[in-house]
């Protein structure tokens, strides 16, 4: 199975990156292969996760207080965002319904 992101998601997931490396150099790396191995487990295992709503499921990164949305799509998984768990919770609800895909 394959994946894509979401444009914002994609977009998040490199400023998130860059804040991290602005902190520590080093630490925007780790945080980038966390989110990576998420999306890894997400991509082997897709329905493995809990679905915070229909059609849409939740895996939790570690070391890091972020998470991957995500849907099942018939071609793949797209990521809809790469969430900050200190962030309002439903900023990301308008990408099920805009950008179904970017490739």
């Known amino acids: 199975m394959s994946y894509s992101f979401h ?11 860059a804040y991290y490396e602005s902190c520590e150099p080093g630490l925007g790396l780790d945080f980038s292969r966390q989110v990576h191995a998420t999306i ?3 991509v082997d295992y897709p329905t493995l996760w809990p ?3 229909a059609k849409i499921r939740r895996c939790l990164v570690n070391r ?11 071609d ?3 990521i809809l965002a790469v969430m900050n ?7 990301w609800k308008r990408r099920t319904r805009t950008g179904e895909r970017s490739d």
Request: aromatic share 14%; charged share 25%.
């Open 7 to 17: 444009p914002e998601a994609e977009e998040e997931f490199i400023e998130a990156i």
């Open 40 to 42: 890894r487990n997400v």
């Open 51 to 53: 679905a915070v709503e």
């Open 64 to 74: 890091f207080p972020y998470s991957v949305l995500y849907s099942i799509k018939s």
């Open 76 to 78: 793949g998984v797209l």
């Open 85 to 91: 768990l200190h962030r309002d919770p439903t900023y």
